[in-house]
């Protein structure tokens, strides 16, 4: 999103409108275990409407700017591994900067890009600084960022970054696959459901190293029953999103149909797998959270993050939609509430 609301702010300047932001396939992410040993890299068109990204900004495919440009590759001028200073608060001071360190070695793994040049930076501060290290090599035609989690936002959370985020609209196919589950298995024919609730459970290495943050099997099953009985919810249907192995899912669900909740979660076929990968089955269970009556997530977890942003503009209240697991025993911080703005 970073990227894409940097080009996006470059539309009026004459200088940087020439660039596009090209998006580079999906591949070997470290959540996908069942189809990634099998899978080739997968363009966004596969979990993403690239025609709602680029009414955002203008964006490409890797594979159709090969064939537009009729290359083999993706030449790069410079390549830019962005790296954090040891002490970002020196002085006491957060300042924006970067510091040139060098060429450096980095492996790129995809083989249709070609770099002529390495180059190490220290960098600190907003994404549009970036524009001033674009602009030390004005010849460059191409440039590439690797880690480019570590610029911020220029304002997180402003008209901007929710016009960006509206813009990341979800391929057809994994929308289908999420409304017919709704329908046919939650008995929901609104966009606003409110025949079920939702909750992600992060699980897995989450638990283990964050475990002050997340309850036991027990203490979850506790808190779903408490929240269905303190906000008066005429539902016992739950959708559950996780991670978790099926010992422990099997766990929560006894737990559960104990308390007399009907529990769901999703479970593709072999040929679902096969056709939207681990990547998809994500998103069409972020889907089916995003639409439940009301939804309680994981603290500090991206996937909660995203489906709490989906409600937003999904248009659901903010008391359905910013809960959180809390542990068995101990403090629990509120979630931070982020509104959309338009």
């Given at each position: ?32 275990k069942?189809?990634t ?37 993706v ?20 300042e ?51 880690h480019g ?16 985020r509206?813009?990341m609209?979800?391929s ?26 939702s ?10 190293s ?5 309850p ?25 999103a ?42 069409i ?58």
């Open positions: 999103m970073r990227f894409a609301i940097m080009l996006a702010k470059a539309k009026t300047n004459y200088v940087k409108n020439k660039w596009r932001l090209i998006l580079p396939p999906w591949d070997n992410m470290y959540h996908w069942a189809s040993q099998k899978s080739k890299p997968l363009p966004w068109r596969h979990f993403f409407d690239v025609n709602a990204l680029q009414s955002f900004a203008p964006v490409v495919e890797f594979d159709e700017y090969l064939e537009n440009t009729k290359s083999d590759y030449k790069v001028d410079h390549l830019y591994v962005l790296q954090n200073f040891e002490n970002p608060f020196e002085n006491g001071v957060f924006e900067k970067y510091k040139v360190v060098g060429n450096c070695v980095y492996n790129v793994s995809n083989d249709k890009i070609r770099v002529k040049e390495v180059i190490c930076v220290k960098f600190q501060g907003k994404i549009s600084k970036l524009w001033e290290l674009i602009a030390s090599n004005p010849k460059d035609t191409s440039v590439m960022f690797a989690e570590i610029p911020l936002h220029d304002s997180y959370g402003d008209g901007l970054y929710w016009s960006c509206k813009s609209v979800f057809d196919p994994l929308v289908e696959a999420a409304t017919k589950y709704m329908r046919d298995t939650l008995k929901c024919y609104m966009k606003m459901c409110t025949s079920y609730i909750i992600h459970w992060r699980r897995q290495d989450f638990a283990r964050r475990s002050k943050d997340v036991s099997v027990t203490g979850t099953a506790k808190q779903i029953d408490d929240f269905v009985r303190n906000t008066n919810l005429d539902v016992n249907e739950v959708f559950i996780t991670d978790a192995d099926q010992s422990e899912l099997q766990l929560l669900k006894t737990e559960l149909k104990n308390m007399g909740y009907m529990v769901y979660y999703y479970t593709p076929t072999a040929d679902e797998i096969q056709r939207y990968k681990d990547g998809g089955i994500a998103i269970e972020q889907i089916i959270c995003s639409h439940a009556a009301t939804f309680i997530g994981t603290h500090e977890s991206t996937f909660t993050y995203r489906i709490q942003e989906e409600r937003e503009l999904l248009g659901f209240r903010t008391y359905t939609t910013f809960n959180r697991f809390c542990p068995d025993k101990g403090e629990c911080e509120r979630p931070s509430v982020w509104k959309f703005v338009e």
